[in-house]
């Protein structure tokens, strides 16, 4: 009887995050009219314009090329550069280290609101206005924290034993690191490159601030766009459905650490 | 408190089992006196701590019955069959005190504050943790915690049995024996029925009055110690219990004279005659050395543990130990000979009965 | 752990320091720097003192904002924790469903939350939205664009929506981590189902709930995309939070002085909440870690 309850509350639970999606891809398959003269829960005349209308139009289909280009430079910028410092925090003790990690978390905890209108002056100045890389960096501000902190979380987990080994067997630290060590935190890596997906993904301030023409993210095209050509809610509906995919890939190809992964290998 | 009958039991985690293989339990018709000291003996995966969960309600069996006394008990949940168990492993409630941890089960059984508080005295001084009964029991150090989970396993007075899941594994040896006496002299007080798993075999021998030998989801004897040592039921438990265990070697039998390799063997008893793959088995302790008639030995190997000195060699090139006194002279070749009364024949793994004088 | 004392390791931490120093200081002085001048245009700037901060604190508009916030996460995280903590431990432990539900209930959270506040912008409607219109066809007379408690309403469902699942999946890694013989103990020593949860359960979960608490403190202290597309801090300014106002005030009026003034404030108060929230988690760390 226990499963019986638990199911029925795991079913109104997800009825309830997936009607509004549902809402979503309804109107996408729907045309205009349909929209907005007859009330219908699923489209009666199917169409498949709105995602034409996207999929044709390069000042459409480029923001998703921009957006998943920033997503994985910042993705990669961000591990690369947490994987030493998180091995630091986890195997050393040095002067200011418990400082510096929580002024690391600080910049998890930044309005991104506080930053939107310095970053814009700062990235004009240098010439990196409406680049990749600029959100990308931009991007690091939240996403760098957050991968220290959740590779040091898997890092700890490996015994120092493996490290010392290592080296009595005449192991070079690059050497370790990256054939012994990393094999050893892959679901780490993998865990927190999902994180810094998802955040640098689902962010929109920041990159529209930093963006013009070049690498609008979708997701900044999308409101433009609408707000241009008056209610075109099938398109709207269309984008914000494209827009959906990546995430529902990446979860996925994730799904088995999942669990795992949102502990942030704390537990 | 009450007597346990496993009625055509067995278990398997398949949902559709096909054949014997696919059952972690094998049927079974077993019955545990109230109040007996038992010991369940086998080496790891044999079904040991599936047959103590079942009998404690933690998994259903997926075939026959679990009576309590003369009630059937096979869907009660654990809750309702009153059975107090501890685990390999130590659980205990982290946000806890230890007195609040061993008080825990009598709580929850709404017994009164009085008798809680003189229960869990007597416990805390058994289990040595006195001082420390106001102590958080996040931050104990293992073994304390697992003498808290002994605790509470042993709290209850009233409960129908008591299951030890190997319980001393992550406990200092020294600690080992003195609960392991503590244990015994709460069996004796209370009366209680025990079932210990181990698959340490001193540990099971010193402990019960009757030890179950499992093997591959079967028990296959369930006796007292002494007849385990001298009439194994199954080859299995000649093996495991003795140190070094028992010696086997393929034969043909008929009437009470066993042929080994064309050498004659007296037999104590007469079996008619013996079909299957038949196996004579000796324990190492009714072997001796002798110049004259017998098996031809090669020695291999000889060590010294004290009191006696086990003889390690070759029988027609099977493996024969034997246990010597200190200081008698052993040979390179020689002959060894054996008790005869001590023989068991074995078909197909299983003990052959004599045909009338010694039966089992 | 035993944590050998290294300097050198500075030199492991050297590439995110440069990072996030580039990213993270240098902006931050350019706010700073700001919230000390006033300027009339032409790049021309004069030495304002602490002024703009004694504004800043003195303003009602502020004032109006920071209460709105505050009832905001307060709701939210009364609502997500225990409904969160609920579903953790109503999902399914092991199997095909237990993997369908987590990829499921992850799905919101990697949504961009302009199209999050898109969803929920056209589900609300009443001419074409599922909700607004099932609402209307109920009797119930529900406007999120001119009624302020609808607005308030739509604003707190769709962050239910998109963060529950957040603080449900922490729970659920905290509760996979509990090994079998915990609940059999429990069962052995016929605890009720209250007790196992309030101390079995709770316990191993403390730590991913306070991860789950920060979290959702401090993005929903930060909220703007998701309510803006949808309310666009309306009606009125019923709906318009600190980060709305700061991006009103920096981006739409171009009041440099109190709009960085504002966000010094703003960033401290998150950043003292967040340090006692820390300070809390490595403490029972150590506890644990005895």
């Given at each position: 009887m226990p499963l019986r309850g638990s199911a029925f509350v795991m079913f109104l639970y997800l009825l309830f995050l997936l009607v509004p999606i549902y809402w979503l891809v309804n109107m996408s398959l729907k045309t205009n009219t349909e929209i907005t003269s007859v009330f219908t829960l699923w489209p009666q005349d199917l169409t498949f314009r709105n995602y034409a209308v996207i999929l044709t139009d390069p000042s459409w289909y480029m923001g998703y090329v921009n957006s998943l280009i920033y997503v994985v430079l910042n993705t990669v910028i961000s591990i690369s550069v947490a994987l030493p410092a998180a091995y630091a925090f986890s195997r050393y003790r040095f002067m200011g280290d418990k400082h510096l990690f929580f002024w690391l978390l600080t910049n998890r905890m930044a309005p991104p609101a506080v930053f939107a209108l310095p970053f814009f002056q700062l990235y004009s100045s240098v010439g990196l206005f409406d680049t990749h890389i600029a959100v990308a960096l931009a991007h690091c501000l939240f996403n760098v924290p957050l991968a220290v902190w959740i590779l040091e979380g898997f890092m700890r987990g490996v015994p120092k034993e493996i490290d010392e080994t290592a080296y009595v067997d005449g192991y070079s630290f690059p050497r370790f690191f990256l054939r012994i060590f990393l094999p050893l935190i892959a679901s780490g890596v993998g865990v927190a490159a999902f994180f810094c997906f998802m955040f640098s993904w689902v962010e929109l301030l920041l990159s529209r601030t930093l963006t013009?023409?070049?690498?609008k993210p979708i997701a900044a095209i999308m409101t433009r766009t609408v707000s241009a050509s008056g209610m075109d809610w099938g398109v709207l509906a269309a984008a914000g459905v494209l827009t959906i995919i990546p995430g529902a890939l990446v979860i996925y190809f994730v799904r088995n650490y999942i669990a795992k992964g949102f502990a942030l290998g704390r537990v | 408190m009450?007597?346990?009958?496993?009625?055509?039991?067995?278990?398997?985690?398949?949902?559709?089992?096909?054949?014997?293989?696919?059952?972690?339990?094998?049927?079974?018709?077993?019955?545990?006196?109230?109040?007996?000291?038992?010991?369940?003996?086998?080496?790891?995966?044999?079904?040991?701590?599936?047959?103590?969960?079942?009998?404690?309600g933690l998994v259903r069996p997926s075939h026959g019955r679990v009576l309590f006394g003369e009630t059937d008990m096979t869907d009660a949940p654990t809750a309702e069959r009153n059975i107090a168990q501890v685990f390999q492993f130590p659980v205990v409630y982290d946000t806890m005190t230890v007195r609040e941890n061993l008080a825990f089960?009598?709580?929850?059984?709404?017994?009164?504050?009085?008798?809680?508080?003189?229960?869990?005295?007597?416990?805390?001084?058994?289990?040595?943790?006195?001082?420390?009964?106001?102590?958080?029991?996040?931050?104990?150090?293992?073994?304390?915690?697992?003498?808290?989970?002994?605790?509470?396993?042993?709290?209850?007075?009233?409960?129908?049995?008591?299951?030890?899941?190997?319980?001393?594994?992550v406990i200092d040896p020294h600690m080992k024996w003195e609960l392991?006496?503590?244990?015994?002299?709460?069996?004796?007080?209370?009366g209680h029925t025990m079932i210990y798993v181990t698959h340490d075999q001193t540990e099971a021998l010193t402990f019960a009055d009757k030890v179950v030998v499992m093997y591959d989801g079967r028990v296959v004897q369930m006796g007292t110690p002494q007849e385990l040592f001298e009439t194994p039921a199954h080859t299995f438990v000649g093996y495991f219990i003795g140190s070094p265990g028992m010696n086997l070697l393929d034969a043909t039998v008929q009437g009470s004279e066993a042929t080994v390799n064309g050498v004659p063997v007296q037999l104590g008893a007469n079996y008619g005659s013996v079909t299957g793959r038949v196996q004579i088995g000796i324990r190492p302790e009714f072997v001796s050395l002798t110049d004259e008639e017998g098996l031809p030995f090669r020695l291999t190997r000889v060590e010294d543990v004290g009191r006696h000195r086990i003889i390690r060699g070759e029988v027609f090139g099977k493996p024969?130990?034997?246990?010597?006194?200190?200081?008698?002279?052993?040979?390179?070749?020689?002959?060894?000979?054996?008790?005869?009364?001590?023989?068991?024949?074995?078909?197909?793994?299983?003990?052959?009965?004599?045909?009338?004088?010694?039966a089992a | 752990m035993d944590k050998t004392q290294n300097n050198k390791a500075w030199f492991l931490v050297l590439p995110v320091l440069l990072l996030v120093a580039f990213s993270a200081v240098i902006p931050l002085m350019t706010v700073v720097n700001y919230s000390l001048q006033d300027t009339f245009g032409n790049n021309e700037f004069f030495w304002a003192g602490l002024e703009w901060f004694e504004d800043v604190l003195h303003s009602d508009r502020i004032h109006a904002a920071l209460g709105r916030q505050i009832m905001f996460t307060a709701i939210i995280l009364a609502i997500e924790v225990p409904l969160g903590i609920f579903v953790a431990l109503n999902m399914p432990k092991k199997g095909f469903w237990s993997s369908l539900c987590l990829v499921l209930m992850a799905l919101p959270l990697l949504i961009p939350f302009n199209v999050v506040g898109t969803i929920w912008q056209i589900f609300g409607r009443v001419d074409i939205g599922l909700l607004g219109h099932t609402l209307a066809w109920l009797g119930v007379d529900y406007n999120y664009t001119s009624n302020a408690l609808d607005a308030w309403l739509t604003v707190i469902v769709m962050d239910v929506w998109h963060w529950t699942s957040l603080v449900a999946l922490l729970c659920y890694a905290g509760l996979q981590s509990i090994p079998e013989a915990y609940y059999q103990a429990a069962k052995i020593d016929q605890a009720s189902r209250w007790s196992v949860f309030r101390y079995i359960e709770l316990p191993k979960m403390q730590g991913v709930l306070l991860i789950a608490v920060l979290l959702r403190f401090m993005d929903s202290f930060?909220?703007?995309?998701?309510?803006?597309?949808?309310?666009?801090?309306?009606?009125?300014?019923?709906?318009?939070?600190?980060?709305?106002?700061?991006?009103?005030?920096?981006?739409?009026?171009?009041?440099?002085?109190?709009?960085?003034?504002?966000?010094?404030?703003?960033?401290?108060?998150?950043?003292?909440?967040?340090?006692?929230?820390?300070?809390?988690?490595?403490?029972?760390?150590?506890?644990?870690?005895?």
């Open positions: 013009a023409v070049n690498a | 009450a007597q346990i009958t496993l009625s055509k039991l067995a278990h398997s985690y398949h949902p559709t089992p096909k054949s014997e293989a696919d059952f972690a339990l094998k049927e079974m018709d077993h019955v545990w006196q109230d109040g007996g000291a038992y010991a369940l003996l086998g080496s790891s995966g044999c079904g040991k701590t599936t047959l103590l969960n079942i009998i404690s089960p009598l709580r929850n059984r709404g017994k009164d504050a009085e008798y809680i508080k003189r229960r869990v005295d007597h416990i805390a001084a058994m289990i040595g943790m006195e001082e420390r009964l106001n102590h958080k029991a996040r931050g104990l150090t293992a073994d304390a915690k697992q003498k808290i989970s002994l605790g509470r396993g042993m709290v209850s007075e009233d409960v129908n049995a008591i299951l030890f899941d190997e319980p001393l594994t392991r006496t503590q244990l015994k002299s709460l069996h004796r007080d209370f024969m130990n034997l246990v010597a006194p200190e200081g008698q002279p052993v040979g390179a070749d020689a002959r060894v000979r054996f008790a005869w009364q001590m023989v068991n024949v074995y078909s197909d793994d299983w003990r052959v009965a004599p045909i009338g004088a010694r | 930060m909220i703007y995309t998701e309510p803006f597309v949808v309310t666009g801090g309306g009606p009125g300014n019923s709906t318009t939070f600190l980060s709305i106002d700061l991006v009103k005030m920096a981006i739409g009026q171009f009041d440099l002085g109190p709009a960085a003034a504002f966000s010094l404030i703003y960033f401290l108060v998150i950043l003292l909440i967040s340090w006692v929230f820390y300070t809390v988690m490595t403490n029972l760390d150590k506890r644990d870690g005895v």
